[in-house]
């Protein structure tokens, strides 16, 4: 198993790291999918979530108001009172109400002008890969080919070129070539395969092996190997 979870590592899975788990050498390959686009991760460890904002609320107020003042009223010099005036009306039966306090509002949080949605990894990308299971051959060395091609059509195929033919002279010069399907003959897509090559392709040059969907030329080629050597001595 191969575990690339729990970092800050972030960007596209390499297509060789993608072809160890097509040729079984890797039975787990587990990666953060939010930060890594891994479309042959077997196991995608989840996105942290987002905090919610949390607002501070002014604590409502706790105590109520008094009903007799705290402090008596102070105790008349009998000595010294002077006469008060006669009321001019009589005392009422009935005691006046108790004044209420106005009570205070709670104040309520401030609300987020932006919410915050939960956030949702963005859908990984699917890659055609071609590789080989190695970089070097000597001449007649059998090559392992294997390809994964996300939205596969009849016809499909498989080229060798010199490394250096670029984008627009991908002609009839090819060194070989086959269907996706494994040889010049068959029919039927197919979306990932094994394939294997034997041959003498050469010696002391660089070549490259592409995926190709038409048949008009110059061809286009949609995934490409990286560069491969042809050696007497790898």
């Known amino acids: 198993s191969f575990q690339l979870d729990g970092n800050d590592i972030a960007g596209v899975m390499p297509p060789s790291v993608c072809a160890l788990t097509m040729t079984r050498s890797l039975d787990t390959l587990k990666a953060d999918c939010h930060l890594v686009e891994c479309q042959c991760c077997t196991e995608c460890s989840p996105a942290p979530p987002t905090l919610e904002p949390t607002s501070n609320p002014t604590a409502s107020p706790t105590?109520?108001?008094?009903?007799?003042?705290?402090?008596?009223?102070?105790?008349?010099?009998?000595?010294?009172?002077?006469?008060?005036?006669?009321?001019?009306?009589?005392?009422?039966?009935?005691?006046?109400?108790?004044?209420?306090?106005?009570?205070?509002?709670?104040?309520?949080?401030?609300?987020?002008?932006?919410?915050?949605?939960?956030?949702?990894?963005?859908?990984?990308?699917?890659?055609?890969i071609i590789t080989t299971d190695k970089s070097c051959y000597r001449p007649g060395e059998r090559i392992i080919i294997d390809f994964y091609i996300c939205n596969p059509l009849e016809f499909d195929w498989v080229g060798m070129y010199d490394a250096g033919v670029t984008d627009g002279n991908f002609l009839d010069d090819y060194t070989t070539w086959v269907w996706s399907c494994g040889t010049q003959t068959c029919r039927g897509e197919r979306q990932s395969d094994t394939l294997q090559w034997n041959g003498n392709y050469g010696t002391n040059r660089n070549i490259k092996l592409h995926l190709f969907r038409n048949s008009e030329r110059p061809y286009v080629r949609f995934a490409s190997t990286p560069t491969i050597r042809i050696r007497n001595f790898c």
């Not at 005036?85 to 509002?105: D, E, F, I, M, V």
């Not at 709670?106 to 990308?125: A, E, G, L």
């Open 63 to 128: 105590s109520q108001p008094t009903d007799q003042p705290v402090t008596p009223p102070p105790t008349a010099d009998t000595d010294t009172l002077e006469p008060t005036a006669l009321a001019s009306s009589p005392p009422t039966s009935h005691p006046t109400a108790k004044p209420t306090s106005n009570p205070t509002a709670i104040p309520t949080s401030r609300p987020t002008s932006r919410p915050t949605s939960d956030p949702t990894s963005p859908p990984t990308p699917c890659l055609n």
